[in-house]
């Protein structure tokens, strides 16, 4: 079985939970499937060798909406999977190039939707009227899949409500997963000593992009009065539009003056450094306004950590309330701008933060859920399942 692997993100360029999804996926399927990964960039001949070709936008439309450069990326790899017998795609980036793909070359094409366009509306602010074209794009493609794959089922229910259009036994479940080989505590302290942190004071951690959907300015005003002898830890770059990236620095001016021992780390940072930086938080926060599931969680579960998080989207298919984490209401966070939520989150961490025995209860019980529930060769052999489905090979 011949499977082109459509995604914008690829290691070394991976920079949120779809291209960590798209990295360790493609890892476990090479050993079941002949599988060719195109994504962007300029591969090398040894890349291309084992079996990755990278494509870069147009150099005609350099200095136009990243929409518009997006789809002449869709239309190289189309072209570029000639030969292969089913196209898989990740993310409105590469739903055109398999929606493209299974027209051209009359194979089948399916849509593993990790976010959905409609429920983003502050991309808008990113793409201008690019964001007409990247729900076009993807409205296109989940329409037309062979087979859609939702992260979560709360995932599967927002792909149905989006797109009613679409029959309801083409959209499957496979929940995310982690390597528990890879993500598992980490005892050593190097990394935090050398990015600054007080290894023997407790801390708060956020990793994540810089945008509306992480809730990044939620928690920069939830932990303004959360325990004094915490230090607040946020590995949180790549924010997605100039606007969001003024509003963060203000808030974190804001917040460095308020309390000591915040510590912004802008860049991305090995993994080993931040599965150090997972294994010693007191706590992890997660406090997206919108998540299909979140495998930063899933992440800080396997390295033994308590979680606080947002209640919405598929975070409860991965924190149970109580027992490897605590979830907080969103609310509706327009009406006080967010206030009720902040005010949820910041006596969530407090809690984790005042019961040290209680939180490494909650971590422990968290590492065992990710490695028994979340493997990732459990997530391949399920999606080529799929796959032989869609096939007619099953």
């Known amino acids: 079985m011949r499977v082109g692997l459509l995604t914008r993100e690829y290691p070394p360029d991976v920079y949120g939970g779809a291209g960590v999804h798209v990295e360790f996926l493609a890892r476990e399927l090479r050993p079941l499937v002949d599988l060719r990964v195109h994504c962007w960039g300029e591969s090398s001949a040894a890349e291309r060798a084992a079996g990755v070709d990278r494509h870069r936008p147009w150099p005609a439309l350099d200095g136009a909406n990243d929409a518009l450069r997006t789809f002449s990326v869709d239309l190289a790899a189309a072209a570029a999977v000639q030969g292969c017998d089913l196209l898989h795609s990740h993310t409105w980036y590469a739903n055109l190039a398999g929606h493209l793909g299974k027209l051209l070359h009359g194979v089948p094409h399916v849509v593993t939707a990790h976010s959905l366009e409609p429920l983003r509306p502050w991309k808008a602010e ?12 993807e409205r296109t493609a989940i329409e037309a899949a062979d087979a859609v794959v939702a992260v979560s089922a709360a995932m599967r229910e927002d792909i149905l409500g989006c797109y009613p259009a679409l029959d309801p036994a083409r959209v499957h479940v496979v929940h995310n997963g982690i390597d528990t080989a890879l993500y598992r505590p980490d005892p050593d302290t190097d990394a935090l000593t050398r990015l600054g942190l007080d290894p023997d004071r407790p801390y708060v951690l956020f990793v994540g992009r810089i945008t509306r959907q992480k809730g990044v300015p939620h ?12 230090q ?3 590995c949180a ?25 915040v510590h912004w780390i802008p860049r991305m940072l090995p993994r080993p450094d931040v599965i150090q930086l997972l294994t010693h938080a007191a706590v992890f926060v997660c406090p997206s306004v919108y998540e299909p599931l979140g495998i930063v969680n899933l992440e800080a579960m396997a390295c033994g950590t308590p979680v606080v998080a947002s209640r919405v989207g598929g975070i409860p298919e991965v924190v149970e309330d109580g027992r490897t984490g605590v979830l907080v209401d969103v609310g509706e966070v327009g009406e006080d701008g967010g206030a009720t939520f902040e005010a949820g989150l ?10 040290p025995a209680a939180a490494r209860r909650t971590g422990e019980a968290g590492r065992v859920r990710a490695v028994t529930e979340f493997g990732w060769d459990a997530v391949a052999r399920r999606t080529v ?5 869609v096939l007619g090979q099953a």
């Open 385 to 389: 399942r799929l796959y032989a489905e």
């Open 237 to 261: 770059g790549a924010p997605d539009t100039p606007e969001i990236d003024r509003e963060f620095r203000d808030l974190h001016r804001e917040l460095d003056r308020v309390r000591d021992g």
């Open 219 to 230: 928690l920069l005003r939830a932990v303004r009065g959360i325990d004094p002898a915490a």
């Open 126 to 137: 990113q793409l201008g009227g690019g964001y007409a074209l990247s729900g076009w794009a």
């Open 232 to 234: 607040v830890v946020l």
């Open 346 to 355: 910041a006596r969530a961490l407090d809690a984790v933060l005042g019961d």
